[in-house]
Structure formats: structure tokens, C-alpha cells
């Protein structure tokens, strides 16, 4: 399963889009800002939801910013080592410095070409879910 954070429509359209026309079968949850996705997080320590395979977090939400659940993430016990990946707009050298501070395995700028967006997609989804090896399940 893929958690993908992502607050505006046409990009989680595309995103899901691109993943499935590159066959990633897998399900994909979408939380639509920060404090879903930490709370997705939260019911992962509860036992509610599933581990994600990967994360594809965008850094600017409402409600609780990127960098904040990406903190969050990395904070709990059960997700301190799932794989995530940033995939945002932002090119800004402190969001940059700040992700890879708090653990994140990979940041992606968005392309904001329609196709080159959905191509990295593309290429994400195969690198991180079929390529990639997961850290087991704690």
C-alpha cells in the first residue's frame, strides 16, 4: 500500500494515474493534508491501519505542514524507518536541508510539465515498490 499526501486534486489525479498506468497494483490511501496524514500515522501505531510500503509526502499542506509529519513519522517506533519520499514543488535550499535532516530517503521536485510530472511518478513507484527492498514490517 502507498500513502500519498497531497492536497491538490489534480496532482493526487495524476500521481495515481501515472502509477497505475505504470501497473502498481498496490492500494493507494490518500490523506488530502498534514493532520490526516498524521493521523493515518496514528492509527498505524493502533493497529487501525496498515504499513504503507512508501510515502509520497508533499511539504506544503494545510492544517500541519510536511515537515511536520514527516517529524512524526520518523518520531514513532513503528513508521521511524518506512520508506518516504518527498515529492513537492518546493526547490527552496532550507526544505531541502530540513527533509533530509529529518530522515527522508529522497526528494523530488515536481515537474511542472503534465508528462514529465507523470513520468516521475512513473519512475518512483517502480524504483520504491519494485525494486527497492522494504524494511520488514515491525
Known amino acids: 500500500m502507498i500513502l500519498l499526501v497531497e492536497d491538490d486534486p489534480d496532482h493526487e489525479a495524476l500521481a495515481i494515474r501515472a502509477l497505475r498506468k505504470a501497473n502498481v497494483v498496490n492500494e493507494i490511501n490518500v490523506a488530502h493534508d498534514g493532520a490526516e496524514a498524521i493521523a493515518f500515522m496514528e492509527g498505524i501505531a493502533s493497529g487501525k491501519n496498515a504499513m504503507p510500503q512508501l510515502v509520497l509526502l508533499d511539504l506544503k499542506l494545510p492544517k500541519v505542514d510536511g515537515l511536520d509529519v514527516l ?12 520508506p518516504v519520499v518527498v515529492l513537492t514543488s518546493s526547490d527552496e535550499e532550507r526544505d531541502i536541508v530540513a527533509s533530509y535532516r ?35 514490517a515491525q
Open 71 to 82: 517529524r512524526a513519522i520518523r518520531a514513532a517506533d513503528k513508521t521511524a524507518i518506512l
Open 102 to 136: 529529518l530522515g527522508v530517503n529522497s526528494y523530488i521536485r515536481k515537474p511542472v510539465n503534465f508528462t514529465d510530472f507523470a513520468e516521475a511518478t512513473r519512475q518512483l513507484g517502480m524504483y520504491w515498490l519494485l525494486l527497492n527492498q522494504c524494511p520488514p
